[in-house]
């Protein structure tokens, strides 16, 4: 059963131009949301943990967003720094996280 | 650099070997967590210990076993290797056993299996 899906797969951007990544969930009793990022090759790196429905954070050109059945990351005036895969993970137990397929972004100068 | 370090880099070795990799947390980490990675199944997650002791099981095989030290550094064992466990193996650590703590990713030891 999928609990964690993520799109689009990939997406492709001019620089500076902004848009959002999704992530949906299935988990009842969300308890935790996070976002990482991961260059080719390296391990994922944390950006952003979520809490609960209405939370916001935001990191440099990175915004995490959540309501009750989904998440999103709003990347503003991206730079080709900015690509990456995005991934999404959810608290599905009291030990486990359950990630997504991640999102690949390009970002062209 | 997420303060984790993984070795090997990476390892080559042929159907129905064993492999031992090794994972050292962030200093003062007392949770390493290991996942595999693979383009069919995305990150996946193995095993947790705490301080010692194994926390959770996720999606380990019987042939993939794990152990975490005095010095809190683990070792992955994977034994009767497949094609299919090719794959990157990624330790992360955290400093608690909640997996709400953020959990620091090392840069991975990627298998193949010929």
């Known amino acids: 059963e999928d609990q964690v899906t993520q799109s689009p797969e990939a997406l492709r951007l001019q620089e500076g131009e902004s848009s959002s990544l999704n992530c949906s969930y299935t988990?009842?009793?969300?308890?935790?949301l996070f976002w990482y990022r991961q260059d080719p090759g390296k391990g994922p790196e944390f950006l952003f943990t979520?809490?609960?429905a209405g939370e916001e954070k935001e990191k440099e050109r990175l915004k995490a967003t959540l309501t009750k059945k989904e998440s999103f990351l709003h990347i503003t005036a991206p730079k080709p720094e900015d690509s990456a895969t995005y991934l999404c993970a959810v608290q599905v137990n009291d030990y486990k996280l359950s990630f997504g397929a991640g999102t690949t972004v390009t970002v062209r100068a | 650099d997420s303060g984790v370090t993984q070795t090997p880099k990476h390892l080559i070795t042929a159907t129905g070997q064993r492999v031992t990799l090794r994972c050292s947390p962030r200093?003062?980490?007392?949770?390493v967590y290991w996942y595999q990675q693979s383009l069919d199944q995305g990150l996946q997650f193995l095993i947790q210990?705490?301080?010692?002791?194994?926390?959770a099981k996720g999606n380990i095989l019987e042939r993939f076993s794990a152990q975490q030290f005095p010095d809190l550094h683990s070792e992955l064992n994977l034994s009767s290797l497949e094609l299919g466990d090719s794959a990157l193996y990624f330790c992360?650590?955290?400093?608690?056993?909640?997996?709400?703590?953020?959990?620091?990713f090392g840069p991975g030891t990627r298998l193949t299996v010929l």
């Open positions: 992360a650590s955290s400093s608690g056993g909640a997996v709400t703590d953020t959990q620091y």
């Open positions: 200093s003062g980490d007392l949770s």
């Open positions: 210990y705490y301080n010692g002791e194994e926390r």
């Open positions: 988990v009842s009793g969300l308890r935790g």
């Open positions: 979520l809490y609960s």
